[in-house]
């Protein structure tokens, strides 16, 4: 697995995620116990969804923890790139009104409603320009273009 870019509160959130999911293990563990108990596994449904769920429940551990070793934490600059950990205000070619964004590593794109993955082709477009500049993006329904109106620090980033 190749290292990527990741914000420190991507990482954080990554470790939380791994602590929780850990605190639920054990009663997952008792109820594929209690379920095995009951008899006859073949046709055993509790023990059946139970296995199930103990098994998703550890892959995403092993995932996540992956993520984690692989992950290069980014600290962000105070300054006017567009660069992760940042908040970026977007001015669309045909849109009178902003956007805003959160510019965040592959693995936190799904961590919040408004993060913008760096590795998108609109992320891709805007990484490490700066305010005012104009982008091309290659979407893969065309090409568009936006204005980078704004790139500051996203709060409790640093």
Do not use: W
Not at 27 to 37: D, E, S
Not at 52 to 67: F, G, P, T, V
Not at 103 to 122: H, I, K, Q, R, W
């Amino acid at each position: 697995m190749e290292y990527f870019d990741i914000t420190p509160n991507g990482m954080q959130h990554l470790r939380t995620e791994i602590e929780r999911l850990k605190q639920e293990r054990p009663a997952l563990i008792k109820r594929v116990a209690a379920a095995a108990a009951l008899g006859d596994r073949s046709e055993n449904a509790e023990y059946t969804e139970s296995k199930r769920e103990l098994r998703h429940l550890e892959s995403q551990m092993r995932y996540m923890d992956k993520q984690t070793r692989y992950g290069q934490v980014v600290k962000p600059v105070d300054d006017d790139e567009a660069t992760l950990g940042k908040t970026v205000e977007l001015l669309f070619d045909d849109d009178d009104e902003s956007e805003t964004y959160h510019l965040v590593g592959p693995a936190e794109a799904d961590f919040a409603p408004n993060n913008l993955t760096s590795v998108s082709p609109l992320g891709r477009a805007i990484l490490h320009h700066h305010v005012g500049d104009q982008c091309t993006v290659e979407a893969p329904n065309g090409e568009y273009v936006v204005k980078l109106v704004a790139a500051r620090l996203t709060p409790g980033m640093l």
